[in-house]
């Protein structure tokens, strides 16, 4: 078979044949492994994540893991807030004096200033 001889058109359609048997064969294949596997295909749409259910739970359960969430942010929240925190060259810093000086009241021992700083 001379190549040269062929227009393009005959090319063109010749590879759009060999083209769409391959895909006749594709469907033909993934419909029969969809039968031997019981497969069922889902759509895309099925599994996009819902940003208010991410896990997929339904109603109480829910529910409860949005009460524990809450609970956790109010927690986490009131945790921070106790950390003393200064601000220096521009930047939030914990500030280590502060929290020598709670440590100091809450052990309620006779230390002195000087020596809670040489422990630190």
Known sequence: M???SMSWVLVMALSLSVF????????????????????????FKDSLIDKDNPVGLHG??????????????RHLKEVISRIPVIQKDGRFQIDAEA??????????????????????
């Open 60 to 73: 109480d359960e829910l529910e409860k893991l949005k009460e524990q969430q809450a609970e956790a942010q």
């Open 2 to 4: 001379n190549f040269d």
């Open 99 to 120: 929290i020598r000086k709670q440590k100091a009241a809450t052990n309620g021992s006779g230390m002195t200033g000087t020596t809670a700083e040489g422990n630190g």
């Open 20 to 43: 769409s048997f391959f895909i006749f064969l594709f469907y033909k294949f993934i419909g029969y492994m969809k039968r031997e596997q019981n497969l069922e295909i889902e759509s």
